[in-house]
């Protein structure tokens, strides 16, 4: 009995992670699409992005209604309890990416006389590192892997540095274009939503770090 109670859970924590991993590709993908949709001021690609984001919600409440269930059932204890309760909280964060990304896709058509707008070539690199935060946070996670979780929390300075040099570019932007201050705006407004990205991507590292350790990192990776 115990030997199949094991196996069960087992097998309800690889389903866990299998729709979280869902989830995550999901979510990688719209950071991408969304960009690459605000730079080329491709609208019926940006509305691909703002649809999609409703099978990532659809994703969240089953892991939140799967993960019920086998608290329920199995009544986990220590480092399965620990598992479970990562899953859920992972997978709020996950939309709540998908969600930054839905709100940039639909900045694509606030952007005006875009060929002729230099600070929108500032945007990619920045949401390059933020989606390799979160590629490698929920590699961290499938892999339980504590180490590789502390480095995409040291990454989130990146992130940050790469936001204040954007905000003080537009800015300064705005300042010395005036008839570009709405669109210079919508892009502060993106930016804003890459840092938070990178944010959420920490977020998930520190749980998987939790998860697998059973402890916070240090306070100097934070």
């Not at 993106?190 to 770090?209: K, Q």
Request: charged share 30%.
């Amino acid at each position: 009995m115990a030997e199949h109670t094991v196996k069960a859970f087992d097998e309800d924590i690889t389903r866990l992670r299998g729709l979280i991993g869902e989830m995550g590709g999901l979510a990688e993908v719209a950071i991408e699409e969304a960009l690459a949709s605000l730079v080329a001021g491709d609208s019926d690609r940006a509305s691909r992005v703002v649809t999609g984001d409703k099978r990532i919600d659809e994703l969240e409440t089953q892991v939140e209604k799967f993960a019920v269930r086998v608290i329920a059932l199995r009544a986990p204890m220590a480092d399965d309890l620990r598992e479970v309760i990562a899953a859920l909280k992972i997978a709020a964060v996950v939309e709540r990416i998908g969600d930054y990304s839905k709100n940039i896709a639909k900045r694509v058509g606030s952007i005006e006389n875009r060929d002729r707008f230099e600070p929108l070539t500032l945007l990619p690199a920045m949401a390059d590192i933020a989606g390799e935060m979160v590629h490698d946070a929920l590699t961290a996670y499938a892999a339980r892997d504590p180490m590789l979780a502390r480095e995409v929390i040291a990454t989130d300075n990146k992130v940050d540095a790469f936001y204040n040099s954007i905000f003080r570019n537009l800015v300064t932007y705005m300042v010395e274009n005036p008839a570009t201050i709405s669109s210079a705006a919508q892009l502060l407004f993106v930016a804003r939503n890459l840092e938070r990205i990178g944010d959420h991507a920490t977020n998930i590292a520190e749980m998987v770090h939790f998860a697998a350790t059973g402890q916070y990192p240090p306070e100097d990776d934070r």
